[in-house]
């Protein structure tokens, strides 16, 4: 993702969203519209500790407000070409950091994908300092139910060339290509198992309308020892596909009041004070 300019626009009642002028990539204004949400959180001087980094560019914006930032995420996975601020590797468990250390833990999406989500959360409970504050950006079911039914158009498009997905990117092929490197049938077997295929790490797609629930992300940040202080809705509806990349974040948000929210997200405090 890159950084970019931006110009503000808000519907009444939710928070300003920014349309990008630069950025072309969806996720990049996805994410930018989620970060706006909990920017008011990472104050000058403030220790940030950002699970699941990526490329840095979340954790640069939040460098950019003053934050000392330690942005962590797997040793394993796909190294982007370019980063905007440091990520360290780590095992996906045990934080390299010593105990009440940060001020502010934050995550986007990216508590979906961990297997042992409550161990990870009781390690991030280690090294908050007293009073710190826990940030997490989730999915809902409502994001897992229409990223299933995104399937069909999406797979029309893609047998049809005009359309090859990675993450966070939609490319533009000429016509048949992915059929030549696959194989139609191939084409056709994947799209048959994609409405059913998981998005983090659990079983199935049905299975996360029941994991991506509000009740049941509450239910872990309990067991994990935190209690929700807020909660909200991101005011922005998509899926995984980009099936249509062009539409802008205010009607996205728009279309969540509709819709469904694609994410929530919960500010948390230990309960034990």
Known sequence: MTPSHATA?????????????????????????????????????????????????????????????????????????????????????????????????????????VPDVGRLLRDTRRVLRPGGVALHIVPTAFWRFWNSAAVPPYAVKQALGLQRFTPGMVEQTSPGEAARKRGWMGMARSALKMPFAPHGAYPNAVAELHYFSARRWRRVFADAGFRVVEERPNHVFYTGLAVAPGVSIAWRGRLARVLGNACRVYVLRSAAG
């Open 9 to 113: 626009s808000a519907d009444a009642g939710q928070p300003a969203v920014e349309e990008k002028d630069g950025a072309h990539n969806l996720l990049e204004r996805i994410r930018a519209a989620e970060f706006d949400l909990v920017r008011e959180w990472f104050k000058p001087g403030a220790r940030v500790l950002e699970l699941g980094g990526g490329t840095g560019y979340q954790a640069s914006q939040i460098a950019a407000l003053g934050s000392d930032v330690l942005s962590i995420d797997l040793g394993d996975r796909h190294k982007p070409y370019h980063l905007f601020h440091p990520v360290q590797d780590y095992d996906g468990y045990n934080i390299p950091a010593p105990d009440a250390s940060v001020d502010v833990v934050f995550s986007s999406n990216t508590l979906e994908h």
